[in-house]
C-alpha cells in the first residue's frame, strides 16, 4: 500500500513528469507505430526522415530494414539541409508539422528535394474542439485546417486514417486534466499519404 502512496504523490506532487519517457506512455507509442507500419506498408530506399535522428524513426526503419537520413537545420528556416540523397522514394514528417510556426513555408521548401513520384507520409496529433495550448505545439490543426495546408502548398492527399489511442489506465488517475483528456479530449493520431500535384 505504500508504494501506491509513493507513487500517486510523485505524480501528484511533480509537475515535471516527462510525459514522453514515462513507462506509463509508452503502450501510447507502440499503437502509434503499430498503426503506421499497417498505413505506410513497404517504404523504399532512399528514404528521407524529417527532423532530427529520433528513436521512433530508427524503429521504423528497423522494422522495415531500411535506411534513412534526416535534416539539419531549423525547419521554420529556408536553410534546413537533408543529409543524404539529392532524391528520395518516400519522406517521413512524424510529429512535426504541430511543432513548426511556419508549416507551410517548409512545405514548399520541401517541393524542392521531391518529385511526383516522391510519397510523403504524415503524422500529427488531432486538434480536437476543446485543445490544450502546448508551448511546444505552434499549429495544432483540424482535418479541414490540414487539408487546406497542404492543397494550398501544392500537394494532394492520397490516402487518410485516423486513430484514438488510449494511455495506459494509470496514466487517467495523475490528476484532473488526464481524466478530462479521457472523456472529453481523446487523443486522435492522423495518418496522411501525400503526394504533390
Not at 107 to 132: A, G, H, Q
Not at 184 to 196: A, H, I, K
Amino acid at each position: 500500500m505504500s508504494g501506491l502512496v509513493v507513487y500517486l504523490k510523485r505524480v501528484f506532487m511533480n509537475n515535471t513528469v516527462n510525459l514522453k519517457s514515462d513507462p506509463i506512455s509508452q503502450t501510447l507509442d507502440n499503437k502509434r507505430f503499430e498503426y503506421l507500419v499497417k498505413f505506410m506498408k513497404n517504404p523504399i530506399e532512399p528514404i528521407l526522415d524529417i527532423g532530427s535522428q529520433n528513436d521512433f524513426g530508427l524503429k521504423v526503419a528497423q522494422h522495415y530494414g531500411i535506411s534513412i537520413c534526416n535534416t539539419d537545420g531549423d525547419l521554420d528556416y529556408p536553410d534546413w539541409i537533408p543529409l543524404g540523397d539529392d532524391y528520395y522514394n518516400a519522406v517521413w514528417i512524424f510529429e512535426v508539422i504541430e511543432h513548426l510556426m511556419n508549416p507551410a513555408l517548409f512545405l514548399k521548401e520541401l517541393k524542392d528535394i521531391i518529385d511526383l513520384n516522391t510519397k510523403i507520409y504524415v503524422t500529427y496529433p488531432f486538434r480536437s474542439v476543446v485543445s490544450y495550448w502546448s508551448d511546444t505545439h505552434f499549429n495544432e490543426m483540424d482535418e479541414k485546417r490540414f487539408r487546406t495546408l497542404v492543397e494550398s502548398c501544392g500537394y494532394e492527399i492520397v490516402r487518410h486514417e485516423k486513430h484514438r489511442l488510449y494511455r495506459k489506465w494509470n496514466f487517467y488517475l495523475r490528476g484532473i486534466r488526464p481524466l478530462i483528456r479521457l472523456f472529453f479530449v481523446p487523443y486522435c493520431q492522423n495518418y496522411y499519404e501525400l503526394r504533390l500535384r
